[in-house]
């Protein structure tokens, strides 16, 4: 059965996570990737949309998100603005609409892809707040008394860090994939993406070392995979040795990021 997502030439998937994506695909309802940082979330919704040649629409969450923004604003200030100095239609309010990231997904005839970044920064009560929108894939414009309803359901890829739990209500209207930390040989396939003409002797010498650290008992932030690609950019700028690299650290600040993490290991 040919899946319609299985990786790109700049993203290497898994089979468990094409399936996921198909299912999401053929349910029409949002992809729940979780993981911890660093393994791929993100780029996985760009991956996605190249491979589908789709466009995507990003909506990165904060702390001070609110579900309404993803969906509509509508500019109060602009239309006070206009009507006291002119320069805009102030009985046209849908002029003063502004759709958001998957308020436009939705509003326009072509498929797409939403990416819905680390849900897991906002409010506890941020996805049940989009319980309905996800589900009907339609959203109201209350100044203008409108429903809008996808003609084509865009796929919107959720990713979280696993730093708060979410509600089992938005859970049962996704389908869930958990992103698994790479093992040694597809963590050699991501590396030979970005670094395809790197020493081979150089790259087996640094994923020696990343693995012993993933492995290393006390550490506070354990690099991830974008940290050891950063590594390499880094070793490789500065002409470093495999040898160099096997005895010890060598520009450790790309590759741990916590200050006693670094400390415990010079010491």
């Not at 002029?95 to 509003?107: C, K, N, V």
Request: hydrophobic share 40%; glycine share 6%.
């Amino acid at each position: 059965m040919k899946l319609p997502f299985t990786g790109t030439a700049d993203y290497i998937s898994t089979p468990e996570l094409n399936q996921a994506v198909s299912c999401a695909l053929a349910l029409g309802r949002p992809l729940l990737v979780k993981g911890e940082p660093g393994t791929g979330k993100t780029v996985l919704a760009q991956a996605i949309a190249k491979a589908l040649g789709r466009p995507l629409h990003k909506w990165h969450i904060k702390s001070t998100s609110q579900a309404q923004d993803g969906l509509y604003t509508y500019d109060v200030v602009a239309r006070l603005n206009d009507s006291r100095f002119g320069g805009g239609d102030v009985h046209n309010i849908r002029h003063y609409i502004r759709t958001g990231p998957l308020g436009t997904a939705l509003s326009r005839d072509e498929e797409s892809v939403v990416l819905v970044d680390e849900i897991d920064k906002a409010d506890p009560e941020f996805p049940n707040d989009l319980l309905r929108e996800l589900d009907e894939m339609a959203f109201t414009i209350a100044e203008l008394d409108e429903i809008v309803t996808a003609k084509k359901r865009p796929l919107v890829i959720i990713t979280s860090n696993a730093e708060k739990e979410l509600p089992d209500a938005f859970l049962r209207r996704c389908v869930f994939h958990f992103l698994e930390f790479p093992n040694a040989d597809r963590m050699q396939e991501i590396v030979r993406v970005h670094h395809p003409q790197l020493d081979e002797g150089l790259v087996d010498a640094a994923m020696k070392r990343f693995f012993e650290l993933r492995h290393r008992r006390g550490l506070r932030k354990r690099p991830s995979t974008s940290e050891l690609v950063d590594w390499l950019t880094v070793l490789a700028h500065h002409g470093a040795s495999p040898d160099l690299v096997a005895a010890g650290l060598p520009y450790a600040g790309s590759l741990l990021k916590d200050e006693s993490d670094l400390s415990s290991f010079v010491n």
